[in-house]
């Protein structure tokens, strides 16, 4: 049955004529090349946002550790969630905690006061990982040298996803007019091919029903479609 209905649809298509032909050859691969070159962008773009992301609430990290060093030396508690409140200013950042140099917890910050009952990962090693759709970054605080605690922040990918989909519209608005200029195109430049073999067509026709063997086809170019002029000619 898959080989027949196969046959079915090939046969559709060789009955189609050359002008339908060429065009839908044309349009199946702009399509096609467009398609590619829109993922490609679009993942492309996705990971130098990620990789900037990452830098940036790295950074970010490293600026709230240093300025909390002084903080875990005195185990200053209150002095550390006021250096954690500067965060406010980073409205993608989520969650942070500081942890002293036994992990346990010594500061906390949360973007939203209703979510104070939100559980950290663990103490990780330095470094930073995508969980859903946030991004997660564990920074040692160091003091001469030495770790004396850890910091944890966590921002959303939320800028991920509405700029992915601004990307999808615009690939989409792109591969329509790029599309509509190939068909337009296509729909002229097609002539060279179908417009000569048209012609022949036409000519054999007369040569069949007038039975005039003197008709000739006359040829236009030294291409394919010039030698089966004169092939025509010759017979």
Sequence with gaps: ???????????????????????????????????????????????????????DVSTLAKIIGSNSTAALSFADAKSAREILAALRAEPNVTHARIYDKDGRIFATYNRDAAQSDFSPPPVQSQGSTIVRNNMVIFQSITLNGESI???????????????????????????????????????????LISGPIRELADTASSVSTQENYCIRAMRRGNDEIGLLFDQFNSM
Excluded: H, N
Aim: glycine share 4%; hydrophobic share 55%; charged share 20%.
């Design 1 to 55: 049955m898959k080989g027949i209905r196969r046959g079915a649809e090939m046969q559709w298509y060789l009955d189609l004529s050359i002008r339908r032909k060429v065009q839908t050859i044309v349009m199946v691969t702009s399509a096609a090349a467009l398609l590619v070159a829109s993922v490609v962008f679009t993942l492309y773009d996705r990971s130098t946002f990620l990789l900037a992301k990452t830098q």
């Design 149 to 191: 605690g850890m910091i944890f922040i966590e921002a959303d990918l939320t800028a991920l996803s509405e700029r992915l989909m601004r990307f999808l519209e615009i690939d989409f608005l792109v591969l329509l007019v790029s599309l509509a200029v190939a068909y337009l195109l296509s729909t002229r430049l097609q002539r």
